[in-house]
């Protein structure tokens, strides 16, 4: 597998009151798929991955098999938690539901104090997946766990035998290229910071996995485009925009924002769980008033969306 596109990584959906609402995951399917978005990355940060019970990760796996069929989108499925069972668990249900990849970030409380250690634990969790494409999570800022993902790479190729790659969600430009030339450039590494995929982009990256590619999939689109053809100034132009957009969205709490936002675009994916804020209604209107403004009915989507 090479993720050389742009993946979407999905919000969970609740109902008002917190509970899981999987019956919302067919329109969440239907709407991307209408967006030109073709892979999806489940239960990850962007899912409140750490929020979610056991049953109601492996309740996520079991709707998204049926909604990605019916819409035909690729699954990666997030597997990664702080307890290794669980994780080789979710590895394990990710392979009988058909999905097309796994990833799996490190421990945050008790953490890999080295590379070995790392991919030890990797390689248990992929080792319950042997079918599936392994992508490691390297996401440092959320889980304090900062080891060089090249010697990570070199140490994990003759551990993991379906190691595919790693989800870079790290702002190194420096680390991400020395990942990529790892053991001869044979893995991919999808980037994972949506601020700055221009930058990867010119260091080599040929796709992302990123929040913004749910309610803003024409404008990354187009801005990759850009990349690809070497429109420099096109591609710079686009990811302002972007950034703007993602101040916006991030003043009153990004991920509960986006996922209010997503309503307005008639999806509604309910709130962000505590210990995350969500935006008032003022600040919802307030907020979809700021990005009118800013053109979004122009660069967001493909086909135009009435608010609600």
Same mark, same amino acid.
């Given at each position: 597998?090479?993720?050389?596109?742009?993946?979407?990584?999905?919000?969970?959906p609740?109902?008002?009151d917190?509970?899981?609402?999987?019956e919302?995951?067919?329109?969440?399917?239907?709407?991307l798929a209408?967006?030109?978005?073709?892979?999806v990355?489940?239960?990850?940060?962007?899912?409140?991955?750490?929020s979610?019970?056991?049953? +109601?990760?492996? +309740?996520?796996f079991?709707?998204? +098999?049926?909604?990605?069929?019916?819409?035909?989108l690729?699954?990666?499925a997030h597997?990664g938690?702080n307890?290794?069972?669980?994780?080789?668990?979710y590895?394990k249900?990710a392979?009988?539901?058909g999905?097309?990849g796994v990833s799996?970030?490190a421990?945050s409380?008790?953490k890999?104090?080295s590379v070995e250690?790392?991919?030890e634990?990797?390689?248990?969790?992929a080792?319950?997946?042997?079918?599936?494409?392994?992508?490691?999570?390297d996401?440092p800022?959320?889980?304090q766990?900062?080891l060089?993902?090249?010697?990570f790479l +070199?140490?994990?190729?003759?551990v993991?035998? %379906?190691?595919?790659?790693?989800?870079?969600? %790290?702002t190194?430009?420096?680390?991400?290229?020395?990942?990529?030339?790892?053991?001869?450039?044979?893995?991919?590494?999808?980037?994972?910071?949506?601020?700055?995929?221009?930058?990867?982009f010119?260091?080599?990256a040929?796709?992302?996995?990123?929040?913004?590619?749910n309610?803003?999939?024409?404008? %990354?689109?187009?801005l990759?485009a850009?990349?690809?053809?070497k429109?420099e100034?096109?591609?710079?132009?686009?990811?302002?925009?972007?950034?703007r957009m993602i101040d916006t969205?991030?003043?009153?709490?990004y991920l509960?924002?986006a996922k209010a936002l997503m309503?307005?675009l008639?999806?509604?994916v309910?709130?962000?769980r505590?210990?995350l804020? %969500?935006?008032t209604a003022s600040?919802?209107e307030?907020?979809?008033?700021?990005?009118?403004?800013?053109g979004?009915?122009?660069?967001?989507?493909?086909?135009?969306?009435?608010?609600s």
């Amino acid at each position: 597998m090479k993720l050389h596109t742009l993946v979407s990584a999905t919000h969970t959906p609740f109902h008002a009151d917190g509970s899981l609402a999987p019956e919302k995951i067919d329109a969440q399917a239907a709407f991307l798929a209408q967006q030109g978005i073709t892979h999806v990355f489940i239960t990850g940060s962007t899912g409140e991955a750490h929020s979610l019970t056991r049953d +109601e990760r492996l +309740e996520m796996f079991r709707t998204w +098999e049926k909604a990605a069929a019916d819409h035909k989108l690729y699954v990666i499925a997030h597997c990664g938690t702080n307890c290794l069972e669980d994780a080789k668990i979710y590895a394990k249900a990710a392979q009988e539901h058909g999905f097309s990849g796994v990833s799996a970030l490190a421990p945050s409380y008790f953490k890999p104090s080295s590379v070995e250690s790392l991919v030890e634990w990797c390689a248990a969790i992929a080792a319950c997946c042997p079918h599936l494409p392994f992508y490691y999570y390297d996401i440092p800022a959320l889980t304090q766990v900062h080891l060089p993902m090249d010697k990570f790479l +070199e140490a994990a190729d003759a551990v993991i035998p %379906n190691l595919a790659g790693i989800k870079f969600t %790290n702002t190194d430009l420096t680390a991400y290229l020395k990942a990529r030339r790892a053991c001869g450039g044979k893995f991919d590494l999808p980037w994972g910071v949506d601020e700055m995929i221009v930058s990867a982009f010119a260091t080599g990256a040929r796709g992302g996995v990123g929040s913004t590619y749910n309610f803003a999939p024409k404008l %990354n689109q187009s801005l990759v485009a850009a990349c690809l053809r070497k429109d420099e100034e096109e591609a710079h132009r686009l990811q302002a925009i972007s950034i703007r957009m993602i101040d916006t969205i991030a003043a009153t709490g990004y991920l509960g924002t986006a996922k209010a936002l997503m309503k307005k675009l008639g999806v509604d994916v309910g709130p962000a769980r505590l210990p995350l804020s %969500n935006p008032t209604a003022s600040q919802v209107e307030a907020l979809w008033q700021s990005l009118q403004q800013q053109g979004f009915d122009d660069w967001a989507l493909h086909t135009s969306v009435s608010s609600s």
